[in-house]
């Protein structure tokens, strides 16, 4: 049953969409065509991630209104939990889209280490191609120079370390962190090293397919950024409630 879902279901029409890609877009690039399907599923998961970001900015004005919250009625623990969980009722983020958004790039990522894994020569392409997908022939691997099914890779997992490193580091200069404590130190580094070691082990298409969606993630938080910008200022019913724990 499981197996069929997954073939049937899953593999067989994102592989043939792949192909597609591969035979009417790409010149026979099998890179475009990886970097194509990653952008087509990732405009067709818009709404989803722009439903991510702004659950994103509505957890980050959670914190600092709790942060708010807790200095300000620091003398009085049941009129602060009162506040607390009256905000928390009030903002309440449901995390769906981002699962699901993660879900299918995790789903794509199994996807093509199967297509590796399985093979991509003729025989095998045939059998799982549907009749209105013309059969590529030889599938062009090469990508400006490299072999998208090398693995041991550095340069691509290297990227994608690099720039995990980066957001990390500025997403803690936007927190404006004045230190860091040792489980920030350990996630700022082993976590981009984990990564790097695990792309550096798989073929190098998985490295092109991550980057790509960092890039469109990248574009979105900025479009994001306009959308929806966070209004830090209290509003006046937060300045009511605090004139009022003060009489």
Not at 142 to 167: H, K, S
């Amino acid at each position: 049953m499981l197996s069929t879902l997954w073939n049937v279901y899953l593999y067989q029409p994102l592989f043939n969409f792949l192909i597609w890609i591969y035979n009417n877009w790409t010149n026979m690039n099998f890179g475009w065509a990886v970097i194509y399907l990653t952008i087509v599923l990732r405009v067709l998961l818009l709404p989803l991630s722009l439903v991510s970001e702004r659950n994103r900015v509505r957890n980050a004005e959670l914190s600092a209104e709790i942060q708010r919250i807790t200095k300000e009625y620091h003398g009085d623990a049941v009129l602060r939990k009162e506040e607390i969980r009256r905000v928390l009722k009030k903002r309440h983020v449901q995390p769906w889209a981002k699962i699901i958004v993660l879900g299918i790039q995790v789903l794509v990522l199994v996807l093509l280490y199967q297509v590796f894994l399985r093979g991509i020569t003729g025989e095998k392409i045939l059998k799982i191609l549907y009749p209105s997908v013309e059969f590529p022939g030889v599938i062009n691997l090469n990508f400006y120079g490299f072999n998208l099914a090398q693995r041991y890779d550095v340069i691509w997992p290297g990227a994608v370390g690099l720039w995990l490193f980066l957001e990390i580091y500025f997403e803690f200069r936007h927190n404006k962190r004045t230190g860091l404590k040792k489980g920030d130190l350990l996630f700022f580094f082993l976590f981009p090293a984990a990564v790097f070691l695990l792309l550096w082990y798989l073929p190098m298409v998985k490295s092109l397919f991550i980057l790509t969606s960092m890039l469109f993630s990248l574009i979105i938080a900025q479009i994001s950024k306009v959308l929806f910008r966070s209004n830090k200022k209290p509003n006046l019913e937060h300045k009511v409630a605090h004139g009022a724990a003060h009489h």
